[in-house]
């Protein structure tokens, strides 16, 4: 009993040291690497703000300058004209989807539907590259009633969260081309 024990141990210590050295030599570097080197120097964030709903569209920007800031070291920087790589943020779309309705025939659970451009050009080489980023949040709300306002910016707002989550995988994705 005590032996296998002990040859389990032996057998995930070289399991673990053989996966690290399989990561390790062939060279894998996480996407927030790529991105990094993809978006060095000075970045500028610009919104392009929705006037059917400027609220949320003000969040996207919050969210994306703490995604650069946090994840990837970036210095974000408030003048365009400083800037090495200048970055446009918009929502394309917000819907609201109805998933559950009760038997008296109201709508009980909703899905907010996100999708955001990002465009980023580098100043550099003035190639500008884009892409788009999809985000998705279910929430409930009480018998027979409307969705209020709180609820409907609070669903916008986790899921553009969601979609923000998608920005450094797709910049790293976009380093290569």
Known sequence: ??????????LFVLFTLISLFVLSGCGYKPSAY??????????????????????NA???KDAMNQLLMQKLDSRLVYDESLADTV??????SVRMQQLQYDRDGYIK???ALVSVLVRYTKKDTKVTKSFTVAGEHNFSIDDGTTIT????????K?????ALDEVLSKIAVASFK
């Open 109 to 111: 659970l909703y899905r």
């Open 34 to 55: 790529y991105a990094k080197k993809e978006l060095s120097g000075k970045v500028f964030v610009k919104l392009y703000i929705d006037l059917e709903d400027p609220r």
């Open 158 to 162: 986790n899921a553009s969260d969601d």
């Open 58 to 60: 003000v969040l996207i």
């Open 87 to 92: 970055m446009y943020v918009k929502i394309n």
């Open 149 to 156: 306002d709180t609820k409907r910016f609070d669903a916008i």
């Open 1 to 10: 009993m005590k032996s296998m024990n002990i040859s389990k141990k032996v």
